[in-house]
């Protein structure tokens, strides 16, 4: 057979299967890819025969934080450039994302329940997948000679501590904070009103909450002084990933914090007072295709749940809301990929065992999914006997790849969570001038150069999928 992104691949073969272990956005995600290669798979999901502190539902691809895959713009932002090339290397997880986006500006956002059903419907009916519900309990069996581990944030201990033993690393872990989320007819819009920042996408995708200077200093008062949950005594020194503090963690590190994070008040005007500039505005993004559940953008917290409808009230717009979920926060764990993984992303210690997803140290439901793809491609490749061949770095999935084997640190140990973002893609080569032969400067200068390294990505990302 003809497979985009393989050339010519050998007729299915009397093999063992790839298994892979988790069922999260890059365990389907993987799985998709080598199946898609004709290979056949063994997905390995333990809920619910297992539970965890975040799930719950027994789906696949079960969106546990934030419902968007964030920008969607290909040509001026690395995570949209990211979107575009999956879709372009037949990705699941965007296919369906797409198929169940809701309004949310330039961003991608998806009805969670939507999305999580599709994926979940696309993988059982595939028929080169089986699904096996139940936990894998420590390393997998020696006779699995191809194996993923994506298991996510929220591996189980018994894997966890087994992944320990045989790679002789020291795991790392820091805590990912859920947002609350509202329901939609319990704002009040005397107060509050609907407006994208700057009017991007269409104009009017976000519900804005302004406060004056007295309500926000009362309210990061609140923040500060409000009940905590307290943490048992294995994760009290765990570090959190600066992408996503809880929003009282950030109030404590300066009372002007907040306000040039998520609560900034620019690029927006109350339109019911168009002449007075907030303070400071809190912003809701819808989070179901019904439009009737909006989160709190920005707003993970580790406030206990009776200080969260307290201290959240406060907001104006938001003094009568209901929560259909109340904020809270969950471990994360990951390995020191770049010490402990090599470029195909497997085990130097028992290279059987590929990984994928967040325990790489990827951060972002798109970077996860990113990764299983590779995992998954590097593995069906590997089934096939044939030679691998990477992302050129001048990609997104190049540079992400790199990020997680080192490619780019001066010291590997000192490896931490990374989005994708511009700073890791290889810098052009050209001098950037206009078209009067200056050179650029400042912005003009950033955008030109963001232009150039996705249309560069592109290019490259064709040869890839065409010789890879």
């Not at 090339?85 to 169940?100: N, P, T, V, W, Y």
């Not at 295709?289 to 749940?305: C, P, S």
Request: net charge negative; glycine share 8%; aromatic share 8%.
């Amino acid at each position: 057979m003809t497979q985009d992104g393989w050339g010519t691949i050998p007729a299915l073969m009397t093999k063992k299967p790839v298994h892979i272990i988790g069922g999260g956005l890059a365990g389907c995600e993987a799985a998709w890819q080598c199946a898609q290669a004709d290979v056949p798979v063994v997905l390995h999901e333990m809920r619910p025969e297992r539970g965890t502190d975040a799930h719950v539902t027994d789906a696949l691809a079960e969106l546990v934080c934030s419902n968007s895959f964030r920008s969607d713009d290909y040509e001026n932002n690395a995570v949209g450039l990211l979107h575009e090339e999956m879709r372009r290397c037949g990705s699941l997880i965007m296919s369906c994302a797409d198929q169940h986006k809701v309004p949310a500006g330039s961003a991608l956002a998806v009805d969670r329940v939507g999305f999580s059903e599709a994926v979940t419907k696309a993988v059982y009916e595939h028929p080169l997948i089986e699904v096996a519900r139940g936990e894998v309990a420590g390393l997998p069996p020696d006779a699995w000679d191809n194996v993923i581990i994506a298991t996510g944030p929220l591996t189980s201990p018994a894997l966890s501590e087994a992944i320990l033993a045989v790679s002789g690393e020291d795991a790392l872990a820091f805590f990912d904070a859920l947002a609350p989320i509202v329901h939609r007819d319990t704002i009040d819009f005397d107060q509050a009103w609907f407006q994208s920042r700057y009017d991007k996408g269409d104009g009017a995708d976000y519900i804005n909450c302004p406060m004056d200077q007295a309500q926000y200093e009362a309210f990061i008062d609140a923040l500060i002084d409000g009940d905590k949950t307290e943490f048992k005594e294995w994760e009290k020194n765990t570090p959190y990933f600066d992408g996503c503090l809880p929003i009282e963690v950030m109030a404590e590190r300066g009372r002007e914090t907040l306000r040039h994070g998520p609560m900034k008040p620019v690029g927006l005007t109350n339109a019911h007072n168009p002449t007075v500039k907030p303070y400071a505005i809190v912003q809701l993004r819808q989070d179901n295709a019904l439009a009737t559940l909006y989160n709190m953008v920005g707003f993970q917290t580790k406030l206990k749940y009776g200080a969260q409808q307290v201290v959240f009230r406060m907001i104006p717009g938001l003094q009568n809301a209901e929560f259909a979920r109340l904020g809270g926060i969950h471990r994360n764990t990951f390995i020191n990929a770049p010490v402990v993984l090599d470029n195909d992303l497997r085990l130097k210690a028992q290279p059987r065992l590929r990984f994928a997803g967040q325990i790489t140290g990827v951060e972002g439901y798109v970077e996860s999914a990113a990764c299983g793809l590779m995992a998954g491609r590097f593995s069906a490749g590997q089934y096939h006997e044939l030679e691998l061949t990477y992302p050129p770095e001048t990609t997104a999935l190049g540079a992400l790849l790199a990020h997680i084997t080192g490619g780019h640190l001066v010291n590997k140990k000192s490896f931490q969570p990374m989005n994708i973002n511009f700073g890791l893609f290889p810098p052009m080569a050209t001098p950037l001038k206009d078209e009067h032969g200056n050179k650029l400067r400042g912005k003009d200068k950033t955008r030109a150069r963001r232009r150039l390294i996705t249309v560069r990505a592109l290019d490259d990302l064709t040869n890839w999928t065409l010789t890879g």
